[in-house]
Structures are given as C-alpha cells and as structure tokens.
T-cell receptor, first 112, second 113 residues
C-alpha cells in the first residue's frame, strides 16, 4: 500500500458522536485525498490537500472537515456522525508529478 | 455531466479463460484514463494509465486499450487466474488544475477453478 496507513481500520460509532480518521504516509508526497466508497457509487472525493495547511473541498464534503498540520498526516473529522456516513473511507496520496494515486487500505466506518 | 460507465457489472469466468471489461466515458477535457484493481477489503491498485496519445498499454496479463474518438476503453485479461478475482475500476482524469478523477462503479470479476 505504498507507505500509507489508515487508522482505525474498523470503527462502530453512534449517531451524533464525533469521529476522526487518520491517514499517515511515509512517501513525502505533496497531495493527499480522502474518498468514500459506497455500493452503487464509484469512489467519491470528500476533501483533498495540496500541502501543509492547504486543503480544499471535493464533491461530497458536507458534514466532513479535514486538517493537515504535517506533510505525513491528513485527518478526516466527522463532527457529528450520521447514518448516511456509514461507508468505507480511503486515503490516497500523489506526488503531483506523475498521474499515479496510491491508495491506503481503507477504514470501514459504521454509524448506528 | 462527467461520467464513467462500466460493463458488465459482474462477470464469472473459468480459470484460464480470457475476458474483456468495457468502460465508456463522457469526461471533458480528457487528460488520462486509468484502470485499477481492487481486491476485497483492500484499496485500489493501479494497473495501467493511458494519456490521449496512447491507445494500448500492457501490464503482464492485463492489456488496456483506449479509443479517444469514441471515448471507450477496454481491459483485456489473458489466461485468467484465481487471483484475478477482484473489482476492476475505470477512472478518468479531467484536464483541470486539480486533475479531478471520475470513478466508474467497477466490474466485479470472479474466476472459478
């Protein structure tokens, strides 16, 4: 998985609770991305980062926030989890020079 | 609207047989097209990436083709193995500042012994 780890790998939480997912990379890549994957949909971009403290919204950003205080870490926060946010979340990284995006192993989040 | 559509949704073949997966897209302006393989419970892994000027690219037993005029791509798998059982995702990148990726829903391939 190209030096990308995600934590936790599985989480069950209750509606209304805050949740933070972590993506950690050892590749020193500039770009980092958060996607969600749901049945019947392709992967959809939530937020991305193009450098430390530089982030922007993707197509499904409502209800999510992100932070990147170090090159190697990109955090995804659900301020108040809802059942519609039950999904598998993938982090990806890119160096911005090639077309490659490398994906992490994913985090399965269940909101009850 | 930028879209990527894949067919079939699912496919079952016998080990050793060949198969072809299809991808049609309406992304504009086009930058590149990628095929990813996603094993169950894992993240997607890149198989091939093709730009506008490339019409075929191989990676071992995987051969991807691109027809930029008809906006179609195919992924051909030769002499399938049990380990080819996975979801195959077609992804098209738009030629924008952010290089936005548009993902297809994937084709689930099952290879049976």
């Amino acid at each position: 998985d190209a030096g990308i780890t995600q934590s936790p790998r599985h989480k069950v939480t209750e509606t209304g609770t805050p949740v933070t997912l972590r993506c950690h990379q050892t590749e020193n890549h500039r770009y980092m991305y958060w996607y969600r994957q749901d049945p019947g949909h392709g992967l959809r971009l939530i937020h991305y980062s193009y450098g430390v403290k530089d982030t922007d919204k993707g197509e499904v950003s409502d209800g999510y926030s992100v932070s990147r205080s170090k090159t190697e870490d990109f955090l995804l926060t659900l301020e108040s989890a809802t059942s519609s946010q039950t999904s598998v979340y993938f982090c990806a990284i890119s160096d911005g020079h090639s077309y490659e995006q490398y994906f992490g192993p994913g985090t399965r989040l269940t909101v009850t | 609207k930028n879209q990527v559509e894949q067919s079939p949704q699912s496919l079952i073949i016998l080990e050793g047989k060949n198969c072809t997966l299809q991808c049609n897209y309406t992304v504009s302006p086009f930058s590149n097209l990628r095929w990813y393989k996603q094993d169950t419970g894992r993240g997607p892994v890149s198989l091939t990436i093709m730009t506008f000027s490339e019409n075929t690219k191989s990676n071992g037993r995987y051969t991807a083709t691109l027809d930029a005029d008809t906006k179609q791509s195919s992924l051909h798998i030769t002499a399938s193995q049990l380990s080819d059982s996975a979801s195959y995702i077609c992804v098209v990148s738009a030629r924008t500042n952010t290089g936005k990726l548009i993902f297809g829903q994937g084709t689930t391939l099952q290879v049976k012994p």
